[in-house]
């Protein structure tokens, strides 16, 4: 009992605690990141109502689950890991975090030059087969699964420098996204036909002017568009 007591103060408590201390003041800011990294004994964030909260706060919750072993360490390694060459590579989310210098032993810069550049890093795709999910994206992208994926995390590197991160989650698809990856097809009927040949499930066609568009929901019920580039 001492043991469990331990491991659930340090795992539960602590994190509730800590949390509802930096509530109020980025509910007051109207924004801020809450990161829980924990283990398989740490808490899982699945109510509706809380999800509701954060995002009402434009707050950002990042691998708020429990982790299976080794993942964690995945997971930073690919945020914090070179990016390709068609894309700047990324500070390090370990490095990113340390705090500001003093501004009083600066020298004076210009509003451009205090202003932190911000790049889109990758997008992160839920799903419960995280393997199945992986390599249907691998397959639609000609892109190989990176190395090191496991049941619950895996990652694609794309063409032109975004990454994909899927992860594994306890709760099903329940409503529409409401964000979405367009694919560009120069043979629109081709590619169509090889989507569904790889697992994706044909939604709707939609044509509006000189534009054409099919949306497809992949093998986790996750929607995307196949967007026809010519005429």
Partial sequence: MEDFDSMFASNVRAPHLLV???????????SGSIINISSMAGPIYTRPEDRQL???LGATTALNRAAEPGEIAEVVAFLASPRPAT???PSSPLTAAAPPSNP??????SDKE????????????DGSDIARLAQFWADVLDR??????????????TANGLRLMFHQVPEAKTVKNRLHPDLAASDYELETDRLIKLGAVKLNDYEQGSSRWTTFADPEGNEFDLVATTP
């Fill in 54 to 56: 954060f995002d009402s």
């Fill in 114 to 125: 205090n202003t932190m550049a911000t790049s889109l890093l990758a997008i992160s795709v």
């Fill in 104 to 109: 009083a032993t600066q020298p004076a810069q």
């Fill in 144 to 157: 190989p699964v990176s190395p090191g994926a496991t049941g619950s995390f895996a990652a694609i590197d």
């Fill in 20 to 30: 509802g201390a930096f509530a109020p003041a980025m509910a007051a800011r109207g």
């Fill in 87 to 89: 894309s700047p590579a």
